[in-house]
């Protein structure tokens, strides 16, 4: 399964909890008009120096097994633009 995160500017580790699990095919249900960035293979840190209190960015996690050639076409993190935190429905996704 992929993972959700939801990430606050700062420097990792700090910047986001463990994430949660969810499937890419509910997430596609929830979301169909997904704008996303691809950040690459390692864990993204957002102003670095710069922290903020609450999560501004949705993250998700996608590992080789679950890359497909739609959306989601390489392993690592992906920022889904646009979109904030409280904009998402964890349990519609998961």
Known sequence: MAKIYFVKDGPR????????????????????????HFLGPEPPSFNKDSASRYPLRVV???????TDNNKFNQNGFYLIKDVRPNEVNISAIS
């Open 13 to 36: 580790p700090n910047n986001a909890g463990l994430g949660q699990e969810i499937q890419l095919r509910k997430l596609y249900n929830h979301m169909p008009n997904l704008n996303l």
């Open 60 to 66: 998700v996690e996608v590992s080789a097994s679950e």
